[in-house]
């Protein structure tokens, strides 16, 4: 397990950035790394409690359900479920009110992804996943302490298009097929059983007959190649913006010896 931590400052009271860092569907319209959300089930005050993230992590889109639990409104923590891409995900936002409409908010994560990478390069991805989660926080309940001083409307519409968009595709799809709406999340329960109907085939079932696997040997096939392709897309393009922010880091830091400036100093 992998693990990061970030602070902020928020010019925001204390219950504004817990209602917003607990509007799960919302997150699509501010959070940055988040693709959308979907709230599965909630506790009985109307809290989120079983919670399913599509996220971009820059190396590959994963997905994960996490069951909440909350002490309302200094912390929110969490337990992984189940997901794909992610071994495990464990962590803890917590709030401190610093000032009358000031709040400190503290993110730890730890994560445990499938994808083998490099230690440094999963350390530097995982550092700027957490750093930008609590900044873009800051600047979405800044903007709703902002908007609740004005009058403004709260939440705004355009955060709500991309989680009403998804449900749309998932509405219009066939049962069978709303997993691939879902950014091709196809849940545990799901797996297992398509995993136990393909042993039972292979096995004959109970009548020992031989079944014709052709056809379903070639579906298998073709949907592994597919995902081979579209994980190998996501790795490739991953590397490359990473690569070229390490190597960036390195000329700087050799530029810097060479020319005798301090580490501080910038060209």
Known sequence: MSWAEHSV???????????????????PGWQNAVDSVEVIDRHGDGLGRDVRLFVDAKVRKIDYVLRYGYER??????????????????????????????????????????????????RRVHKQLVKRSVEDLKAEAERRAAAAATGAAEPPAEAEKPQA????????????????????????????????AARSQRTGGRSGAVPDLSGDVAGRAASAAGEAVRTGR??????????LELGRDAVDRVDRVLSGRGEDERR
Request: include cysteine; aromatic fraction near 8%.
């Open 9 to 27: 400052e928020i010019e925001a009271p204390i219950e504004v950035c817990f209602d917003a860092i607990v509007d799960y569907e919302s997150f």
């Open 73 to 122: 409104p200094t912390q929110i923590e969490w337990d992984f479920v189940e997901g794909n891409g992610m071994r495990d995900v464990d962590g803890i936002y917590t709030f401190e009110q610093v000032g009358e409409n000031r709040t400190r908010a503290t993110y730890k994560l730890g994560a445990d992804p499938e994808i083998p990478l490099p230690g440094v390069v999963a």
């Open 165 to 196: 968009s998804r449900r749309a595709a998932e509405a219009a799809a066939p049962s069978g097929d709303r997993s691939a709406a879902a950014s091709g999340w196809v849940p545990k329960a799901e797996r297992d059983r398509v995993a136990t």
């Open 234 to 243: 996501g790795l490739a393009k991953g590397a490359l913006r990473l690569g």
